[in-house]
């Protein structure tokens, strides 16, 4: 469990705003010469990061591509709220990170 190898498994305490408070991930992709992680929850995700300009500047463009279950007793606007918070989380999670970084430099 927690490996960095496709097919590791770990879980996770959730203390975010979403409905929930645990969840478990499975790695199904990593290739760090694509810059492409892709993880399963009871949604798929997959990321991958491009360098960009921006305003001029070198920048970095982050793209994240879901594909999402609707489970059973759930409706669409449903998991529409949750995949949106969940991508709301993710997007500050990444600033965070990424303002962190440019202040190391």
């Keep these: ?22 969840t478990t991930e499975v790695l199904e992709r990593l290739d760090d010469s694509e810059c492409i992680l892709g993880i399963r929850t009871n949604h798929s995700s997959i990321v991958t990061v491009h360098p960009d300009r921006i305003e001029g500047r070198t920048g970095t463009t982050v793209v994240e591509s879901f594909v999402v279950d609707l ?13 949106e918070a969940v991508i709301k989380i993710n997007l500050r999670s990444l600033a965070a990170v990424s303002e962190r970084l440019a202040r190391q430099q």
């Design 1 to 22: 469990m927690g490996g960095l190898e496709v097919g590791s498994v770990r879980d996770i305490s959730l203390t975010t705003e979403l409905p929930a408070t645990f």
């Design 71 to 83: 489970p059973e007793n759930n409706t669409r606007d449903e998991i529409c709220y949750f995949m």
